[in-house]
């Protein structure tokens, strides 16, 4: 009897999860896709967003999340690269790591503070898209190490004695063998990050801006999506329309740009020609 | 490649050392002191008194974690106990997408839908109820998985002496399974915790920000994140300072609470291998 209480209690905790869930989901894809359209995407915003599209918006977002990646990519892989392969000394590979997790720890507002001194004024970038990616960079780059780390680090040692036995450089050994074996790591690492850098609001208030004009150029000031959906909600009487416009919009490029991703590296490891 | 390690603990420093850096002329004289003694928040005054704002973050954390915990733990609970095959991965896969929900759609949502119900018991709405209750939403993925992973590592054999001395299902799982992972469950807990103190945008936009202590669970408050995201866009001279304490001080308490989480993980793991 009490057992079937309890199980009972489960269920329902479990379907008001589910129906919360569904409630949120449902709610941004009803609200949003009555606002949705192609004119929505390929036009600017008009009176402070109220009406009119979010082409300038998506082209920022877009900006600041290639700068952050740009940057974050190829640092990120070399530093797991390293931590995992190339440091001897145990001791400093253990700080280094403690050191990331700390980073991994920041809440992303002091990011956004930490940004705002450093990019915007001591670098003198002021409030700009460089500013916004740079930031976002120093972000999510210590989790995307340390998935990465993870990665490479749990491909079996037998792996790397063949390879090195076979006479293969230490070089090849990494780029053919480990990175190939490291690679769903390696994506969970990105697709946390893209997801993490789109979704990002508090960092960038105060280091990429608000303007809603198209960007010339990556010093211009601009307003990235989930910006522009705070602004929308917060600052804007009448902007809730277009504001579920822009959250449909911002969770479909999550999506997409995980699937990219996805895709891309796949497609990488597939050309580089390597057997799993 | 040595190199790169010297880039992180760089940014460290660098993170840490502008933090300083821009509040050094509040730290330097000691007037930051004054945070926890005086009582207005009056910073174009000189007065910051953010004993309030600190009060609403933490009441904010605890609020949400109340919420969160019990259902975070009967989802765990489900999918170890309950669920198989495709009813399991796609309860999973459903915990993921929420966890992949922005931040800023959860508080979207919340002022729109939760905060007009709210308000029809007691306005304005925007309260620490309606935070506390977007929050929960926000780390429940996470408690629910971590609890998950720790209820999945209890020893088998534990469970089967369980059963063995024919204990009820419920019993198995409330005296035995969970007891048994509670140093995971509270890492999660300490986990969440810290992602709850830290976010911004949730607190921002459904929690009032008016700069009082929590009276009531419908009472507006303002948290610290929302404090640095509301004012850092004017805030000049000892203002701007007072926003990097507040900005250094919540680094400092989400960095003891993951030092506890990963201490808490470690000792569970040691346990569950002897």
Known sequence: ?????????????????????????????????????????????????????????????????????????????????????????????LHVGIILDVLAGVPSIVYGLFGNAFFCIYLGLGYSLLSGGLTLACMILPVFIRTCESGIRSVQSDWRLGGLALGM????????????????????????????????????????????????????????????????????????ETAYGSALILIVLIILLNTLAQGFIDSWFKRSGHYR | MGALSFVCAALLCLILGFLLYESWSLVADGRWLSFFSQTGWYPLEGLFGMTPMIFASLVLTFGSLVIALPVG????????????????????????????????????????????????????GTSVLA?????????????????????????????????????????????????????????????????????????????????????????????LTANIALEMAYALGGHRASLYVSGLLLTIIVWILAYLASYLFNKGRTVSHD
């Open chain 2, 131 to 223: 935070g506390a209750v977007v929050l929960s939403l926000m780390i429940l993925p996470t408690l629910a998985l971590t609890s998950y992973a720790a209820l999945t590592s209890v020893d088998r054999s534990i469970l089967a002496g369980a059963q063995a001395l024919g204990l009820t299902q419920k019993t198995q799982i409330l005296a035995i399974a969970v007891p048994a992972a509670r140093s995971g469950i509270m890492s999660g807990v300490l986990l969440a915790s810290a992602r709850a103190l830290g976010e911004t945008m949730v607190v921002l936009m459904v929690a009032g920000n008016v700069v009082q202590m929590p009276s009531s669970l419908f009472a507006p408050v303002r948290a």
């Open chain 1, 169 to 240: 450089r230490r070089s090849v050994v990494i780029w053919k063998i480990l990175l190939p074996a490291a690679q769903p790591a390696i994506i969970a690492g990105l697709i946390l990050s893209i997801g993490r850098a789109t979704a990002e609001t508090a960092a960038l208030l105060f280091t990429s801006g608000y303007v809603d004009r198209m960007p010339e150029s990556i010093f211009d000031s601009a307003r990235v999506l989930a910006v522009h959906i705070y602004d929308l909600t917060m600052n804007v009487t009448g902007g809730d």
């Open chain 2, 73 to 124: 733990l009967a989802c765990a609970i489900f999918l170890e106990f309950y669920a198989k095959g495709w009813v399991k991965k796609s309860f999973q896969s459903l915990l993921n997408l929420l966890a992949g929900i922005p931040s800023v759609v959860l508080g979207l949502w919340g002022l729109t839908e939760l905060v007009p119900l709210i308000g029809q018991i007691k306005a304005p």
């Open chain 1, 1 to 93: 009897m009490i057992d079937r209480a309890f199980s009972l209690g489960i269920y329902a905790i479990i379907a008001l999860v589910i129906a919360t869930f569904g409630w949120i989901i449902g709610d941004v894809i009803i609200k949003g896709i009555s606002v949705v359209s192609w004119e929505f995407l390929i036009s600017e915003p008009e009176d402070a967003g109220r009406a009119g599209g979010i082409a300038p918006i998506l082209v920022s977002t877009l900006y600041v999340l290639i700068i952050a990646l740009v940057i974050a990519l190829p640092l990120g892989i070399s530093a797991a690269i390293w931590l995992a392969e190339f440091s001897q000394n145990q001791s400093h590979t």
